[in-house]
């Protein structure tokens, strides 16, 4: 083996650097990161709220980058590399009893892991799933017909409005009333009032129907949270922010709805979700509805596809 | 055998009948194709290829024709460029030397180009047998497409034949120029081919007159599955120019880097410094190629994935964030080591130049940026873990570190570029049209980012844009109260009149002789707005303003293209005559340096078949979108396995025969006597 000064050298120079700089890292991802995810993901950095089934993969992906980045450090200058190797090739010559006995105990202890690895999962294979599932072509076209009415839809709304059938009061959107006003004074609302009243009275009939039939699971304000949630495994969809409903079309969306957990593609899993198939219970009319009053709850818009560009 | 034909075995099927051979399979597929509609058997609709399944083998054989044509398409760019900036020399052996590295470049295509005919014969056979039906409706639409295609294969094989053969006596003087000029005829030629086959395709995907809300336009195309609109708005379809622009980026980087793979065999293999040191230059200058395509590339693959978007959003959701977004995961994986890979040559090459030392201070922190980058790049949001998939997992995380990889990138570059210069050259006193220039490059920056300013995008006019107000602007530890509101738009204004503004303080600073600084400064701030400001603020509009994150990315690559263009123009003028350290010490580089060429082109290949695979996937059920579907037994989308399998295949055999190609080349010299030989400072 080396010299006492040799060795010395050794532990300064790149070798020593490697042997701090991997447990650290390793370290760090383990117990840094997570810390980083919570904070990230709800400000709060112990939150252990999204620590789900494939907690940790990230770590590990950041630690092969690390151990990449740390060898593309030692590699690039030939002088750096050499130190490195230096004392590898001196360890191999080494004459030893202890050498022997890390030849043989370091590849054993690798396959220990490995084999702790591979025994040691059960999960569900998280590397299939996708976030969002495709929609049968049927749905992906679809518009709302009650954010793109028909002219007789409008006529139809009016003259409910006119007759009473559609009751307006005080606890009645803005938009409505003042609809109603100008139409009660027998006066002509321009079509952008008009339309807007429409979809106002729309999302007021959706919500009524979310509150009945999708307030326990998804909360009142559609966060997930309803009084229902915490029984499931996954938790049901949370509208608010950009990650769910935000992206979507809102054919999509409807397809969700209508056909449940149970009608998701095989591919793509696993899905774990407990949503019902509200084809059985709810009209296509009311799922509309229902889909206008979620984006409304959650402050979100449907994604809208954007213009061809040079068309 | 007759003494002709044994004549001809041993000469004349050596090199030059390979391209005859080549072309006339692919002429005799085209023209047999032409015959499609009148001997199609209508009842059949689908045949296996010898029993096996005719996706797998129209999958293989296509990709391989894709790669195999990137090749031929993209070396002649960059050969003929090579050619010309060696006719500009005015020292000749400094001339000599680059235009035999152009030769050699050109030497390579002339092998590729009769495989690349053969397997687009090959391909055209396979699709004409095995689907018919399908067939006889894309030539109903392109017929008359596939003569200017056949005719400009004729143009391409003989163009070429004259540019390769005709070099030695093509040498000097105005036959140099017609040379030159034959190099630039090659790949119009080329590129004519390429956009008329990427009609072919791109129509698959987004055949136009089925745009929802045109119920005239549908009309007017269609009745049924039979199209009756003009064959040129089949041609020009939606996807089609995106797919031009990538494809033609993505062949001058392909190009590059498996000529920079092949100096780094044929430097490992060298007997002589003298070979070595060529083969080092010529692995230099393939990785310069692959890595200025390489950088712009990520900007033309989301314009591409913006159209996708745009014209069926189902589509675009499939493509980011659903049944291929995993693979998207895998060409994040591979897009992030082509760039350490090229970085990583590049900084190895540091040693090789006199001064270089005097910058290699700066690669920690480089390499430091790039692999952060790299693992935000990465990280998938598919998978509900650890929270961190909530910011670095979305679009405004992915388009940040990318600026900021190609902007380290280009750092890298400017280092290599003055390792040896020692001094600033003052711009001024370089006259007129050293000013001239560098104004023209901040005039065309701030052009394109003052257009995209006052462009209805960003316009408040638009009820769209005007209806997201901001009442206070969060940043990342805080949030700024500015009294009042503005749109979301308004704040992406500013941030582009910001860059304007640095773009015009980093031509003072030039003209006042600090233009180094000047550089540094626009490089940070650009940094700064494309990177950390639009990062944070990406997120605030994708929260509150969804419409707009579209407006973020495009804000984000023009502040970073005008901040290139001008820090290459400063870049240029500021070392223009500067005084040297010495010269270049070409084959003083390690063998692991070789290792990252061939790395490089590696990934490239298994990039591309995995993209081609993503781009073709995403029809999923069709042939063609929404028009003809695919009703084969083999229609289904394969698994993330099964495409694993698959482009590892195709990409393997590609290598292999590639490799198989050059060999060959090589039989005729392996003497970069041949070929040029010492570069000298290159």
New interface residues.
Partial sequence: MAEQGGLKSAVRGPLGRTLLFVPAVWLATRYALPLLGGWLASDDWFSMKHNLASAGLEGTLYFALALLGWSCWLAYNEQRWQQFLAPVWEFFAWKHPLRAAILVVSPLAAGAMALAAAGGGGGPDMFNAIRHPTPPDAFSHMENPFRHPTADMLEQFDAQLSSGEIVVNASTEDELVAYAGVLAAGGVSNDADRRRAFERHSTEQGRELFMVNCRPCHGTKGMGDGPMAAAQTRSPADFTGVETIATLVEGAVFWRVKEGGVKLPREGGPWESAMPRWELDLSDDEIWKIIMAEYDLAGNAPREPEKLGGH | MSATAARYCRRGWNYRSRPAAGFSLLVTGLFLLLAAPATAADEVAYRTVLGISPRLVVWVVAELHLMFAALVLGVPIFAVIVELVGYLQSDPDTARRYDALAYEFTRLLSGAFATTAAFGGLLTFTLYSSYPAFMSHLTGVFHSTFYFYALLFFAEGFTLYVYYYGWKRMARGRSKILHIWLGVQLNLVGTALMVIANSWATYMMSPPGL??GAAGTLASHWQGTQYIGSTWDAFAN?LW??LNIHRMLGNVAFGGAICGAYAAIRFLGSRSDRERAHYDWMGYVGNFIALTALIPLPFAGY?LG??I??????MG??MM???F??TFILQAVFVGTLF?AGN?YL??GM?RIPGGERY?RY??WM??I??CC??VW??P????????????G?MPAKNAVIQLMILTTFAGFLMYRRSNKVGEVSVRAQGRRAVLLLLSAVAVGAAMLLRYAGSGELSDANPEISRFVVERLPVAFASIDFGGSITWAATLRWTLYHQVAWLGIAVLLTLRDRGRLGQALLVGVTALHASAWLFQHG?SI??KA??LV?QVAVSQVLILLSCLLLATAMDLLLYRGAASLGEIRWGRM?R??QFSLLLLCVFFVFNMGLMGFIRSGLR??WHVV?VIKDSSAWAG?P??LEMAVVVSGISITFLLMVSFVFWTVNLVSTDPGHTGGDPGSG
């Fill in positions: 745009e929802q939606y120019m995106p314009y913006r159209e978007y745009s014209f069926n959003a189902t959701q499939d964030g659903g049944t977004s995993w350490i990583f900084w190895s040693r290699e690669v920690p390499l430091g790039l692999f790299f693992a990465l990280t949001h598919n998978l509900p873990a650890g929270g961190l998939e909530k910011k670095f979305l997120f994708m929260e969804n419409p579209r390690h692991r340096s999923k059920g929404s989308t698994s993330n």
